[in-house]
């Protein structure tokens, strides 16, 4: 059974930076495609970044410039660098893993962004 433990939330001022990370266990991590969604309060889950298990990373409009997802196959964790942060970017992030039609989720970490 694949788990997923993310780490690395917490609160920081606009323009701040924080680095999440997502460690995996369980299952083949090269396997997988790796992404990062968020959810904030009132709001549905959006999907923030993806990171193929070839390496190839994709990002949604509102983080291109500022976000970079990167994975590192010897320890088995996904990573995503926020720069530059805005308040809109205040949510829980989510880590997932998907394997065709297999698809687990971490439990999720608080980022906060506020003066």
């Known amino acids: 059974q694949v788990q997923l433990v993310e780490s690395g939330g917490g609160s920081v001022r606009p323009g701040g930076s924080l680095r999440l990370s997502c460690a995996f266990s369980?299952?083949?991590?090269?396997?997988?495609?790796m992404k990062w969604y968020r959810q904030a309060l009132g709001n549905q889950r959006e999907l923030v970044a993806v990171?193929?298990?070839?390496?190839?990373?994709n990002y949604t409009d509102s983080v291109k410039g500022r976000f970079i997802v990167s994975r590192d196959s010897a320890k088995n964790t996904v990573d995503l660098q926020m720069d530059s942060l805005k308040p809109e970017d205040a949510a829980v992030y989510y880590c997932?893993?998907?394997?065709?039609?297999?698809?687990?989720w971490g439990q999720g970490t608080w980022v906060t962004v506020s003066l």
């Open positions: 990171i193929t298990s070839g390496g190839s990373a």
């Open positions: 997932n893993a998907q394997y065709y039609t297999l698809e687990y």
């Open positions: 369980g299952s083949t991590f090269s396997l997988y495609t």
